[in-house]
């Protein structure tokens, strides 16, 4: 990775961080989308890498009290759900997708994070 990518992948992960310890329903039910749209020419598997590495952040500031935050199954299960996205896309001969293509996917396919607004 280039020093640029990595810059972009740390503010990838901090807004993540913030989104999903906000307290603000609205905004962790937004956060995917609000990913792709400001984020469009980046590699949609950045996207999982920026959840999952900001979820894991997360579970090891909590410690002991992980089990009890809601917020790290939510990280987990977002993580998963952008893969198989992913995966979709990929294997409709868009490789390497894009944020963008994730943007268009959910468009005309599977509308779950444009729904969650």
Same mark, same amino acid.
């Given at each position: 990775?280039?020093?640029e ?5 740390d ?20 956060m ?15 996207? /999982?890498f ?5 979820? #894991?952040a997360? +579970? @090891?500031? $909590?410690?002991?009290t992980?089990?009890? !935050? &809601? ?17 979709? /896309? ?6 390497? #997708?894009?944020? +963008? @293509?994730? $943007? ?5 396919? !599977? &509308? ?6």
């Amino acid at each position: 990775m280039n020093k640029e990518r990595d810059a972009t992948i740390d503010l990838m992960i901090e807004f993540v961080m913030e989104e999903l310890l906000s307290g603000n329903s609205q905004r962790k039910r937004a956060m995917v989308r609000r990913m792709a749209e400001r984020w469009p020419s980046e590699p949609a598997l950045a996207l /999982v890498f920026a959840v999952t590495s900001a979820t #894991s952040a997360i +579970e @090891d500031s $909590l410690g002991d009290t992980t089990p009890q !935050d &809601p917020v790290i199954p939510l990280g987990y299960r977002l993580s998963a759900l952008i893969s198989a996205d992913v995966h979709a /896309v990929q294997s409709m001969g868009q490789m390497p #997708s894009m944020a +963008e @293509d994730l $943007l268009h996917f959910w468009r005309r396919v !599977d &509308p779950l994070f444009l729904r969650l607004q």
